[in-house]
Each structure stands twice: as structure tokens, then as C-alpha cells.
């Protein structure tokens, strides 16, 4: 549905560490890198395949710090339940935040089966799957 999300960080090691981490369950692996002269590694972006660069993690190269907005987050498609399950489990192993245990959520509607993490950085992070498997 999206065509690429940014998320910016503070420690793109730390990030891209919780983020291999995360997104394995998913399907999604680092795909691409943007290396800039004299500043170096700024950003890196998963996706299915190297033609799918959708979901990047970068530091800011303005002097100024990135920090995670309030209102945001991001939800990412799983295949199943066990795959949101995975990327629960995952994501916590690897530093983030529990902000939503995996499980059902009716009151979004009958079959929405979520998980909730804050990334290192604060960001909102979701997997989630819409019908029963």
C-alpha cells in the first residue's frame, strides 16, 4: 500500500541490529545501503527483495537529532499470526519495547491480530494480520 516509510535514528548500528532482528519474521531483509562521501553510512532499507526497498531506517546528516514522533507508527504486513507472533518476540529479544503483547484486537474488528513494539529509538513499530489463517 505504501510505496517506502522512513524512520530516523540516532545509532543506525543499534537500529539496523533490532531491525534485522525484527523484520526476519516478516520476510523483510536489508536490501539496499546509502552511503554518502566524507559522512558515510546514513541509511539502510528492507524490503522482500532488491527491487522493494520500502522501509528505511536512517540517522539525520543536518546536525540535528531524529526523534520518534507521538502520533506515528508504522504497521507491517505478516503472512500469519505466527509471523506476528515471531515478530513480537523478536523485536523485544532484540532491545525493543513491549507496547501491545501479540493477540487478537476485536475492537478493531473481528479478525485483526496485532503485536506493538517501540523501536530503540521510541518509534511505533506494529505487525499485523487482518484475516484468520
Not at 533490532?18 to 562521501?37: G, H, I, M, N, R
Not at 540535528?64 to 504497521?75: D, E, I, K, L, Y
Not at 485483526?112 to 494480520?129: L, Q, T
Request: hydrophobic fraction near 40%.
Amino acid at each position: 500500500m505504501f510505496d517506502h516509510i522512513s524512520l530516523g535514528t540516532n545509532d543506525l548500528a543499534r537500529a539496523k541490529s533490532f531491525y534485522d532482528a525484527a523484520l526476519a519474521p516478516l520476510k523483510l531483509s536489508q536490501v539496499y545501503e546509502v552511503t554518502l562521501p566524507d559522512v558515510g553510512l546514513v541509511a539502510i532499507a528492507y524490503g522482500p527483495s532488491m527491487d522493494k526497498p520500502q522501509f528505511w531506517i536512517q540517522r539525520a546528516v543536518d546536525g540535528q537529532p531524529s526523534s520518534a514522533g507521538n502520533g506515528a507508527h508504522v504497521a507491517l504486513a505478516a503472512a500469519n499470526r505466527a509471523a506476528v507472533d515471531a515478530f513480537f518476540e523478536a523485536a523485544v529479544a532484540a532491545g525493543g519495547t513491549d507496547d501491545g503483547a501479540a493477540g487478537p484486537r476485536p475492537h478493531y474488528h473481528e479478525h485483526y491480530y496485532g503485536a506493538f513494539v517501540r523501536d530503540p529509538d521510541g518509534n511505533k513499530i506494529e505487525a499485523c494480520r487482518h484475516t484468520p489463517d
